[in-house]
């Protein structure tokens, strides 16, 4: 079992380094290449990446994207903001 840690290597030392780079960058370049898919296919795509190790990722794409953890609940706060106005 290999604990997070922030890293900026392209490949590691030892095994835990390894196993870091390894999935870190793996998971970086597959969420590059389907967001490069996806952008050939729609020019104005805005891309939003969520979820509570989302900001892990990003400084390590290449790609512009928004990042906001915890989109889900900042929606349901806002619904009910609105509702309880009226």
Same mark, same amino acid.
């Given at each position: 079992?290999?604990?997070?840690?922030?890293?900026?290597?392209?490949?590691g030392a030892d095994t835990k380094y390894s196993i870091l780079t390894g999935v870190i960058n793996g998971m970086a370049y597959?969420?590059?290449?389907?967001?490069?898919?996806?952008?050939?296919?729609?020019?104005? $795509?805005?891309? @939003? =990446?969520?979820?509570? *190790?989302?900001?892990?990722?990003?400084?390590?794409?290449?790609?512009?994207?928004?990042?906001?953890?915890?989109?889900?609940?900042?929606? $349901?706060?806002? @619904? =009910?903001?609105?509702? *309880?106005?009226?």
């Open positions: 079992m290999v604990e997070y840690e922030d890293i900026n290597q392209l490949t597959e969420m590059d290449g389907f967001i490069n898919a996806y952008t050939a296919k729609y020019k104005q $795509l805005n891309v @939003i =990446l969520t979820g509570g *190790n989302a900001s892990r990722f990003e400084k390590a794409l290449k790609n512009s994207i928004f990042v906001h953890p915890n989109i889900v609940l900042w929606g $349901l706060k806002t @619904i =009910l903001d609105y509702n *309880n106005e009226e």
